[in-house]
């Protein structure tokens, strides 16, 4: 919600002269007529520490800080923190998520992602799952680097993990609602929350998007890729005794979007005409399609947490979870309207539909001990179990001399994953100043798999099967298992009460897989284990005052047998593949400040280099040469980079509070924003996939109540209206044109918020 406590804004963070990734935001609060940074309290080691003290690089965002910005979005998130990536693809499913330039962007609904997503204690099978809206919440934490011990399944290049606030302890509510006339969207957000009794508490939160969409087709005059969303979440929490508590959690969501592209370049003369009046182009926003593009999401979830303290303080958690994601989409790939009948060469490809319906269970068991003496540890068991189903249709049509030829296919497949775990970590004090922490987790996992597709199972009679690859009987079943120990280490030392260091080394892993979707290949080997090694040091500083705070890292990561997809030559469909060996390296570093009573700051900055370090046998882009490197269909991409990362990326957040002693609320002013360099997009490398560079300012003007019971504001996003886009694809259709998907702060665009609460 946007309940907007100008002097409880949290800050995000980033500067050094030495350099470090990340954001952090910090809140501040009334300390003796002075308001100072409060502490800021993170569960990154499954306990509660503070920001300051925890030997881990974590950014945390607080939920005053994305309801000051507006950052009512998962995907939104990145920009306030450096080192994290998040790319919304064209739909949920294509979306990627990378923490320090490592992370997976596969079709294969087989693959998990190298970056976890927790919200409120529970893991998100697919990150197409975390992709929807954040209310309500208390804080994010984005743990940066593997967190294979604690979070374990798939965080092998990091996790973001979402906390939303609990019930309160007296009647509270708000609502905030935001409006936008250049793209016509509406967003409202609501909460309730209060005792029930003395040992029951409840808390319920809802919100509902709308949006008309900023592209525009020119087949229909209509505009394109809007959405409309809506969700709710409740909470109850019982203190069913003094150490015994129970929290039940409860979410639906549903979201129907048109996520459709434009075409950026494009070389055949014949598909030009037809395109027609759409120029491609770099800041092509026009499209010119009569197919439906779609993507509809209905997504929900049950959890239970019970938290017993002992006699002694132990604390056994016990956290129980089942969530479920229907997601459907199409989307008209050749972008044509076919209001005239095409020319020989050209196909019209409108239908490129799937559906996921996937079931997830998860049961995770923690032991905490207390203080006790010179150590403390953690010990538990973690359990989850996926059900996915896939469905794929594929169907084009060629128009020759002698009539029209359609080709057409089908796929299905099926997904079950079982893991299980057991983990510990421990801390041991050498003395008030140095400590030793570390921890392992030995997990066994099983994947099992089943995929059909006949090349005869055409959609329409007539229709001729697709050819290549894709024509070829794939009709089996098959699995893998697999048995690893994960784990970190690390020495944290104390200087003062203002100054500490760390270092650590930790392992991170994301199991074995293959290709489950059309590019399924019969007899094709699945792909090995993704491993990681990561070694860091960090420094974290705070001032005697408590005005300003600095944390800094530096860190080198490797992984072996990295998990990506590549497109096959002359085909359309992409397989999974083990690519080689890839490691990042970089230093990153946060400032938060409140240098005067109305003034917060916070600074962030991220140097990364994500580098292949080895793949002999890597895809060549559309029109590569032997000239360019490309050698009977493959090239060596040794030394290239890796996509989704760019090398340079700095953020920031400022808000002025301008006191107004006559009146009953002050004003305030305050901007955000990120710089970053050059982003690439495609593993192959090509020159065509190419982001560039951009610099995205939003700013804010308003008032908030004293007490602030209620806020106002006029805000401008993209003050500086700099077009971007957040991905693009090349396909060798039509003698090959490349696609982009164009977001919705690709421009300008005015709006209001005004929240209020009691």
């Known amino acids: 919600m946007k309940f907007l406590h100008a002097r409880s804004v949290s800050c995000l963070a980033l500067i050094s002269a030495i350099g470090v990734t990340g954001i952090a935001p910090a809140a501040f609060a009334q300390a003796d007529s002075e308001k100072k940074m409060e502490t800021v309290t993170v569960t990154a080691t499954r306990r509660e520490q503070t920001l300051q003290e925890v030997p881990v690089a974590v950014s945390v965002v607080s939920g005053d800080l994305l309801e000051s910005t507006g950052t009512g979005s998962m995907d939104a998130l990145s920009d306030l923190t450096p080192s994290l990536t998040l790319l919304k693809g064209n739909n949920e499913s294509n979306s990627s998520v990378s923490i320090r330039g490592l992370g997976t962007s596969v079709f294969s609904q087989a693959v998990e992602p190298s970056v976890s997503i927790v919200i409120d204690d529970v893991l998100m099978a697919r990150s197409g799952q975390g992709f929807q809206d954040l209310i309500d919440v208390q804080r994010v934490e984005v743990l940066r680097g593997p967190q294979s011990t604690l979070f374990g399944k798939n965080a092998s290049a990091g996790v973001v993990s979402v906390t939303t606030r609990g019930p309160s302890e007296t009647l509270t509510g708000g609502f905030d609602v935001e409006l936008a006339e250049e793209d016509s969207s509406y967003a409202v957000r609501g909460t309730l929350s209060g005792p029930i009794s003395d040992t029951v508490g409840f808390r319920v939160s809802a919100f509902t998007n709308d949006y008309a969409g900023h592209l525009r087709n ?25 150490r015994l508590a129970l929290t039940l959690i409860g979410d639906y969501r549903e979201s129907d979007s048109e996520p459709v592209v434009t075409v950026r370049t494009a070389n055949n003369p014949a598909y030009l005409a037809q395109l027609a009046p759409v120029v491609p182009g770099q800041e092509n926003t026009a499209l010119r399609a009569n197919a439906d593009s779609y993507a509809t999401t209905e997504q929900a979830g049950l959890s239970a947490k019970a938290e017993y303290t002992f006699d002694n303080d132990f604390t056994l958690t016990s956290i ?29 490809f409108d239908l490129n539909s799937g559906t996921i319906n996937l079931n997830q269970y998860t049961q995770e068991v923690r032991l905490a001990s207390p203080d006790l003496g010179n150590f403390d540890f953690l010990i538990g068991a973690f359990a989850y179990h996926l059900d996915l189903e896939r469905h794929f249709e594929r169907r084009l049509e060629l128009m020759t001399p002698g009539g029209m030829i359609a080709q ?6 099926s997904v079950e994953n079982n893991y299980y775990a057991a983990f510990a970590s421990a801390n041991y004090y050498f003395n008030d100043q140095t400590s030793l922490f570390g921890g392992a987790r030995l997990l066994t996992e099983e994947v099992n798999w089943v995929a059909f597709r006949d090349p005869t199972n055409v959609l329409v009679p007539g229709d001729l099967p697709l050819t290549g690859v894709q024509g070829i009987l794939a009709d089996f079943t098959g699995g893998v298992s697999d048995t690893a120990v994960v784990g970190n280490i690390g020495i944290r030392h104390s200087f003062n009460d203002y100054a500490n260091a760390y270092a650590s080394y930790s392992r991170g892993y994301k199991g ?40 800094f890292a530096a860190f080198h990561t490797q992984f072996n047998n990295f998990q990506s997809q590549a497109q096959l030559p002359g085909e359309i469909a992409t397989v999974l593949i083990n690519a080689g060996d890839v490691s990042t390296q970089g230093v990153e570093a946060e400032l938060m400040a409140r240098p ?25 882009y ?23 990362s760019p090398d340079l990326r700095l953020t920031f957040f400022g808000r002025q509070t301008v006191p107004l002693a006559a009146m009953p609320f002050d004003g305030f002013i305050q901007a955000s924003g990120y710089w970053q360099d050059d982003i690439l997009f495609s593993l192959d490398q090509s ?43 090349q396909l060798g259709l039509f003698g090959g044109f490349t696609f982009q998907y164009v977001p919705r702060d690709h421009q300008r665009y005015v709006g209001i918020r005004f929240g209020a609460n009691f």
Request: proline residues 4%.
């Open 622 to 644: 559309a029109g590569q040469t032997v000239a360019d490197g490309c050698v009977n269909g493959v090239q060596d991409l040794a030394g290239k980079d890796l996509p989704y």
């Open 408 to 413: 057409s296919g089908q796929f299905d497949g």
């Open 687 to 729: 020159p065509i996939a190419t982001g560039e560079a951009r610099t995205m300012v939003n700013a804010a003007i308003g008032v908030e109540d004293k007490n602030g019971r209620y806020n106002a504001s006029i805000f401008v996003n993209n003050v500086f209206d700099e077009h971007y886009v957040t991905s693009i694809s």
């Open 320 to 348: 129980s979870a089942w969530r479920s994601w229907d997601f459907a989409n199409n989307l008209d790939v050749d972008g044509l309207s076919n209001e005239n009948p095409l020319p020989g060469g050209l196909l019209t």
């Open 512 to 551: 074995k897989s293959t290709t489950i979707d059309f590019a399924s290949i019969q007899g094709e080997e699945p792909v090995d284990a993704e491993e990681s090694d990561a070694y860091e040091i960090g420094l974290k500083l705070t001032s005697p005052g408590g005005r300003w705070a600095a944390n």
């Open 218 to 242: 020119v087949a229909t005059g209509e505009r394109a890729n809007g959405s409309d969303s809506w969700g709710l979440r409740g909470k109850l929490q019982f203190d069913i005794t003094d």
């Open 596 to 620: 005067t009573d109305l003034t917060d700051i916070s600074l962030g900055l991220a140097y990364i280099d994500a580098t292949i370090d080895t793949f002999p046998s890597g895809p060549c």
